[in-house]
């Protein structure tokens, strides 16, 4: 059964920083990767889906990064604002999701 | 504008009541899916189904039950057999169940016990 880790559980950062989420996973005979962000009560918000043909996907401040055979994949946030707060989720294949990284962008 | 409507938003449930969950979308999507969140742990499959008339158990399905009577509609019903429902329960759906497709997520319910 596929198991996924996302580490730290929390993360605390002055705004501006450049930062990096991780997510580990056991079955590297995924499909696809996708991360999510969820706000305090809220659904999820997809931000990047990877193929597994795949190695990384860009989409504005965000870049994720995917590597199979190490069953790891990346988050990096650019220029961290505090509109960036939330709950970052990864999700393997569909089904398999992390508990997330919980972040805060301090002013 | 297109997307996954889960209601209601909050519900609560009595000892020994079944209580249903609604999830609807307009994305004319095939697949859909239920899972749940509880407090600092990842989202967990509860049932799926790829098309209409077709439903498939997740990794915690029992005290659950499910339909899918209509492509849009695949509403989740809590029985009273489920002894710790207490939750956030997460609607979502995608193309296909092909594993290159994204995952949409409506809003959730929160359910909790009177």
């Known amino acids: 059964k596929q198991e996924v880790t996302q580490i730290p559980a929390a993360l605390s950062v002055p705004e501006g920083e450049n930062l990096v989420l991780n997510c580990s996973f056991t079955?590297?005979?995924?499909?696809?990767l996708q991360w999510f962000r969820q706000d305090p009560g809220k659904g999820l918000t997809s931000l990047l889906l990877?193929?597994?043909?795949?190695r990384e996907q860009t989409s504005g401040r965000l870049n994720a990064s995917l590597d199979k055979s190490s069953g790891r994949s990346t988050l990096y946030i650019a220029a961290s604002q505090p509109g960036d707060s939330a709950t970052y989720l990864c999700?393997?294949?569909?089904?398999?999701f992390g508990a997330g990284t919980r972040l805060t962008v301090k002013p | 504008d297109g997307g996954i409507t889960q209601s209601p938003k909050y519900l609560f449930r009595k000892e020994g009541q079944n209580v249903t969950l609604s999830c609807e979308q307009n994305?004319?999507?095939?697949?859909m899916y239920w899972y749940r969140q509880d407090p600092g742990q990842g989202l967990r499959l509860i049932y799926y189904?790829?098309?209409?008339?077709?439903?498939q158990k997740g990794d915690i399905a029992e005290g659950y039950s499910v339909s899918r009577e209509k492509k849009e509609s695949f509403p989740l019903t809590v029985t009273s057999a489920q002894k710790n429902p207490t939750a956030f329960y997460l609607c979502?759906?995608?193309?296909?169940?092909?594993?290159?497709?994204?995952?949409?997520f409506g809003d959730g319910t929160r359910l909790s016990i009177l």
């Open positions: 979502a759906s995608s193309i296909s169940r092909l594993y290159n497709q994204p995952q949409h």
């Open positions: 079955d590297s005979a995924i499909y696809n």
């Open positions: 990877i193929q597994s043909s795949q």
């Open positions: 999700a393997v294949s569909i089904g398999s």
């Open positions: 994305l004319n999507h095939d697949a």
């Open positions: 189904s790829q098309i209409v008339n077709d439903f």
